[in-house]
């Protein structure tokens, strides 16, 4: 009987074994959606970075062209680097910006009062919907409630906030830093809905028992953001950051994504090919810097 039952335990996997195949069949579909949507649409960019791709009645003609359209995307037009790097400036300020009012918003809808709900509910509104075709819609609709004549203008529609502040007399390069920022912030509460998400889970799971102490210790509020709530949520920050860069730089509205749907719409598929593989490079090498940088400042209570 004992020896019978040292085989069995010999050849019963152990608990971390049952453990790393029960993770390995969850994230499963996520490593076949990698595959079947990243890596063969990459595999054919990148067929298409060295050949002239021409649609025909009988299908699609390739002719190979070497490294000339790479040279002539890249080296030879100005104009696809320098939107690169405007829309890494760009990217920097929006993410230190949605990362904040992010971080703020969450620790409001955190605390208790009433219709906490409902609050979360409209933050959430951006995930439900998430579509920069919806937002530019959202957009033209407020410019033509503007424009119109017959209807009245808000406070939060920049034009008439612009042409009110004028008439005050103040400093036009003011007011056009004032309806800037007002134009901005549906775009940036449209922005913030997964990133508010992610930090109201994060907040939930810090554990009570550190506020407690802290209330013994008579620690005020700015103490405790500082010494517990701060360290505590850095990893949601870190993901939040990388997740934040990756919406910036593929968003609707930049400029490069705009060039390459350009090069697409006028079927200039080798071009559109490789500009999208390019600034995916890009992309990745800045995502990794800063994911690297942020890792080494990242609190772990395990540590």
Known sequence: MSQSAGIKNRYRPDMKKRRNLMGLVFVSPWLLGVVVFFFIPMKEAILYM?????????????VFMGKQIIREVIFEDPDNIRMMVTALGGMLGEVILVIAFSLFLAIVLNQKFFGRSVARAVFALPIIVS????????????????MNQNSEATIFQSAALEMSVLKLGIDPSIVGWL???????????????????L????????????????????????????KVTFPMITPFILL??????????????????????????????????????????????????????????VFYIEK
């Open 199 to 226: 930090f109201l889970g994060g907040l939930k799971s810090i554990s009570p028992q550190l506020y407690e102490v802290c209330d013994v210790e008579g620690a005020n509020a700015w103490q405790v953001f500082w």
């Open 240 to 297: 939040n950051t990388v997740y934040s860069i990756i919406d910036s730089f593929t968003f609707y509205s930049n400029p490069v994504m705009q060039r390459i749907q350009e090069y697409f719409n006028k079927l200039y598929t080798s071009s559109a090919s490789t500009l999208a593989v390019v600034y995916c490079l890009f992309v990745l090498v800045i995502t990794g810097i800063v994911a690297g940088f942020l890792s080494r400042k």
């Open 179 to 197: 309806t800037g920022m007002v134009a901005s912030i549906l775009d940036l509460l449209w922005k913030c809905g997964v990133q508010i998400l």
């Open 50 to 62: 060295f050949n002239d791709i021409t649609i025909e009645a009988n299908g699609i003609q390739k």
């Open 131 to 146: 579509s920069g075709v919806l937002m530019a819609v959202f957009k033209q609709d407020l410019f033509a409630a503007t």
